[in-house]
């Protein structure tokens, strides 16, 4: 009289197995999209990114606009954060049309979980050290998916516009702005001016 039963207690242990994967899956997401240490103030001045899309463009913009001296130093430019890169990218996404900031958010995503996962590393971009970030970004730039070589490109592109389009970083560039409407001591602060060697 008890074969019947075996079917339901098949079926709950599979119900259970499957509540227990489910447990596990959401604890492991909820790891990869929690956690993110961004400033509540810069946060809530955000236009349409959520505050971990801060936290990566803040990691690519950190790792694309390296500088090749420390930022402390005289003449060195200022670091992404100092000019707003990702409030520049924030605020030019939402100014776009709704598919644009669809595919930056989506492209924001696969950066930071999953192609680091096809880079070979467990953790998200945020959460690996400068050298695992260049390898992703590296992979991203050179794949053999032309599409995740043109999304490299795009998201360089609105970094480089929202650090290049201050003029504090353009002392690395020699440059120091147009002449129209130049004030008297040049766009570039003095303190952002490489020191010139004596011939």
């Given amino acids: 009289m008890t074969a019947p039963a ?24 909820a790891s990869r999209l929690g956690g993110y240490d961004v400033d509540f103030r810069r946060a809530a001045y955000l236009k349409t990114l959520s505050p971990w899309h ?8 950190a790792r694309l ?3 090749d001296v420390p930022y402390d130093s005289i003449g060195a430019p200022p670091h992404p954060s100092e ?24 492209l924001l995503a696969l950066v930071e979980h999953l192609w680091p996962l096809r880079c070979g590393y467990a953790h998200r971009f945020t959460r690996l050290d400068a050298a695992a ?16 070589r043109g999304a490299f490109a795009g998201l360089k592109t609105l970094v480089m516009m929202g650090y ?7 002392g690395v560039l020699d440059y120091d702005g147009p002449l129209v409407g130049r004030p008297a001591g040049g766009f570039t602060p003095l303190r952002y001016r490489p020191l010139r060697g004596t011939p």
Wanted: net charge neutral; glycine share 8%.
């Fill in 6 to 29: 075996a079917p339901h207690g098949r079926r709950a242990f599979l119900r259970a197995v499957l509540a227990g994967t489910a447990v596990v899956a959401g604890t492991a997401l």
């Fill in 54 to 61: 801060l936290a990566v463009l803040d990691a690519v913009a």
């Fill in 65 to 67: 606009c390296l500088a």
């Fill in 83 to 106: 000019v707003g890169v990702s409030e520049f990218v924030d605020a030019f996404v939402a100014a776009a049309h709704p598919t644009v900031q669809r595919d930056v958010k989506g």
């Fill in 133 to 148: 970030q260049d390898d992703v970004l590296a992979k991203m730039e050179s794949a053999s998916i032309g599409l995740v």
């Fill in 164 to 170: 290049w389009r201050d003029a504090r970083t353009w």
